[in-house]
């Protein structure tokens, strides 16, 4: 079974730039999630979807960041404008439950802004 | 101990020896706990989890201790291998915003082994 993809594995812009990730989750899992892991720290949750529907965003710092599941299958996390402090590693989860539970994490995006 | 920046808590053994990875949770109201490994360039991969129901779970040679009175999760790992090397997060799985439950990940430790 295919696991979580994203692209592009990495990517380095210059601050006030834009910038878009996507992720396709494993065939048949109904939510999925965005985290943002800065160096050192544990990843943090930006937003859950559920099919095509946003079921949490109250993480997302929404005056810069943008995601969607237009299809209810991959989703594109979006960035504009971007700021120093946006350097991390941008993961993708996706789990055939709603709970929150078994999770199975991709690769991630590895974001490095000037 | 806490992790500051960019300087995570670091556990060194031989191989062979058996590992204990420490973790503090934040909430009473978590009804699941989760250990991850990363590592270096890849996602976190699920290694054990257990429900608040319950002290203890062993897999292969990993065992999860929780103690809810105290609100601590430890991970041991037996006969620890170079392949063990990594960063292993405990993750809380806690009701907030609209959702069932979401993850809160801890600072994590960086596990080196040491041949």
């Known amino acids: 079974e295919a696991g979580v993809a994203q692209s592009p594995r990495y990517k380095i812009i210059e601050k006030r730039q834009s910038v878009a990730f996507w992720c396709n989750p494993i065939?048949?899992?109904?939510?999925l999630y965005w985290y943002q892991q800065i160096l050192g720290q544990g990843p943090k949750l930006l937003i859950q979807?559920?099919?095509?529907?946003?079921?949490?965003d109250s993480q997302l710092p929404k005056d810069r960041f943008s995601a969607e599941r237009l299809k209810g299958v991959d989703s594109t996390l979006k960035i504009q404008p971007a700021k120093l402090e946006d350097s991390a590693v941008y993961l993708c989860?996706?789990?055939?439950?709603?709970?929150?539970?078994?999770?199975?994490f991709g690769p991630g995006t590895r974001l490095l802004v000037l | 101990g806490e992790s500051v920046g960019l300087h995570l808590p670091t556990l060194s053994v031989q191989e062979g020896d058996n590992s204990i990875i420490n973790c503090a949770y934040s909430?009473?109201?978590?009804?699941?706990f989760i250990w991850y490994k990363q590592e270096s360039g890849k996602g976190p991969q699920f290694i054990i989890d257990i429900r608040s129901n319950m002290d203890k779970r062993q897999g292969q040679r990993v065992t999860v201790l929780l103690n809810k009175t105290v609100k601590h999760l430890s991970l041991q790992i037996a006969a620890t291998q170079p392949g063990d090397s990594a960063v292993y997060f405990c993750a809380e799985l806690y009701p907030y915003g609209g959702s069932q439950g979401n993850l809160i990940f801890g600072k994590g430790t960086k596990l080196s082994v040491k041949p």
């Open positions: 989860a996706s789990s055939p439950v709603t709970s929150g539970e078994t999770q199975y």
């Open positions: 065939s048949g899992h109904a939510t």
């Open positions: 909430n009473s109201a978590s009804d699941y």
């Open positions: 979807f559920q099919n095509n529907g946003v079921v949490d």
